[in-house]
């Protein structure tokens, strides 16, 4: 089992940079083999994946909408993941939210997710 904290978020100007970061305490299983995920969900709209990664960091997806801004990287001695978000736009506001995923796939889909933080916010005014 996995129990997820996300922070990092906040309000910050088209065009700034926000660093988020989600620490996770795993019991039974080391963190090291979970992928990790990072989501988003807007008011109104789906929760949709922005980025994952591997358990070792040797392979990542990125959205198309962030391919360019954003970066997802793991310290699995810190047990933590972290979503580099530069060039924010207003359309990334949302609900930011990092998953857990005991498979060894990079999945996009939600529902493959097994374990979820409850959050942080971000909103990038214009």
């Known amino acids: 089992q996995v129990q997820l904290v996300e922070s990092g978020g906040g309000l910050v100007q088209a065009g700034g940079s926000l660093r988020l970061s989600c620490a996770a305490s795993a019991s039974g299983r080391a963190f090291s083999s979970y992928v990790m995920g990072w989501f988003r969900q807007a008011p109104g709209k789906e929760r949709e994946v922005v980025a994952s990664?591997?358990?070792?960091?040797?392979?990542?997806y990125l959205a198309a909408s962030v391919k360019g801004r954003f970066t997802i990287s793991r310290h699995n001695a810190k047990n933590t993941v972290y979503l580099q978000m530069n060039s924010l736009k207003p359309e990334d506001t949302a609900v930011y939210f990092c998953?857990?995923?005991?498979?060894?796939?990079?999945?996009?889909?939600?529902?493959?997710?097994?374990?979820w933080g409850q959050g942080t916010q971000v909103i990038v005014s214009s």
């Open positions: 998953a857990a995923d005991e498979t060894n796939v990079l999945n996009t889909a939600p529902d493959k997710y097994d374990y």
């Open positions: 990664i591997s358990w070792n960091g040797g392979r990542t």
